[in-house]
């Protein structure tokens, strides 16, 4: 069965500091790799993802993301983080690219001025 | 503008009765889910479709039904059989090419009164 491990309840990180937000997986067959972020009392956005291909991924907000297969690692990233950051990161994983995604149980992110 | 649009944004509900939350999208997305969020645990699955007059049970579906009659359109409805249905829920919608990502609503607060 297909899961998804975020290590980490809570990320604290100062502003202008880089982060990182962690998260491992295990699925049979090729992993297709999702992170999402959610404000307060709001649905889900998409930040990025891995399909295939650059083993670094870059999307919304500047945030990117390294997949490490032998480490079954999908890492969310950004070079200097900002208070508005501040949010709820999921990851996701979709095994072989059926739609069902799969969650992890979420980080907080807390980025202080 | 597209979209996924899930109504109420807050609903209360009595035990013993049943409810029924909104989801629309006009995307022209195939697949549609529902997922329930709860703190500490992420999101879990409660039903998915992938086409119209179709639809499969997700991780939890005891307590819940669902229709899909048109595409844009896949209702839940919270019956008096789930124990605990306080929570926030969201809808999403995708589609069902391999590794494109699930548009989600603004979710629905559901507390039982």
């Known amino acids: 069965a297909q899961s998804v491990a975020q290590p980490e309840d809570q990320v604290n990180v100062a502003e202008g500091n880089p982060l990182t937000v962690k998260c491992t997986y295990s699925?049979?067959?090729?992993?297709?790799l999702f992170w999402y972020v959610q404000y307060p009392n709001r649905g889900l956005q998409f930040l990025l993802k891995?399909?295939?291909?650059?083993?670094l991924v870059k999307g919304s907000y500047g945030f990117e993301a390294e997949f490490n297969k032998s480490q079954t690692s999908f890492h969310l990233k950004k070079p200097s983080a900002l208070v508005s950051d501040s949010a709820l990161y999921f990851c996701?994983?979709?095994?072989?690219?059926?739609?069902?995604?799969?969650f992890g149980t979420g980080t907080r992110l807390l980025v202080s001025p | 503008d597209g979209g996924i649009t899930q109504s109420p944004k807050y609903l209360f509900r009595k035990e013993g009765q049943n409810v029924t939350l909104s989801c629309e999208q006009n995307?022209?997305?195939?697949?549609m889910y529902w997922y329930r969020q709860d703190p500490g645990q992420g999101l879990r699955l409660i039903y998915y479709?992938?086409?119209?007059?179709?639809?499969q049970k997700g991780d939890i579906a005891e307590g819940y039904s669902v229709s899909r009659e048109k595409k844009e359109s896949f209702p839940l409805t919270v019956t008096s059989a789930q124990k605990n249905p306080t929570a926030f829920y969201l809808c999403?919608?995708?589609?069902?090419?391999?590794?494109?990502?699930?548009?989600f609503g603004q979710g629905t607060r559901l507390t039982v009164v």
């Open positions: 999403a919608s995708s589609s069902t090419v391999g590794g494109t990502e699930a548009f």
């Open positions: 699925v049979s067959g090729n992993p297709y």
């Open positions: 891995y399909i295939t291909g650059d083993n």
């Open positions: 996701a994983v979709s095994p072989n690219g059926f739609q069902k995604l799969v």
């Open positions: 995307l022209n997305h195939d697949a």
């Open positions: 479709s992938q086409i119209v007059n179709d639809f």
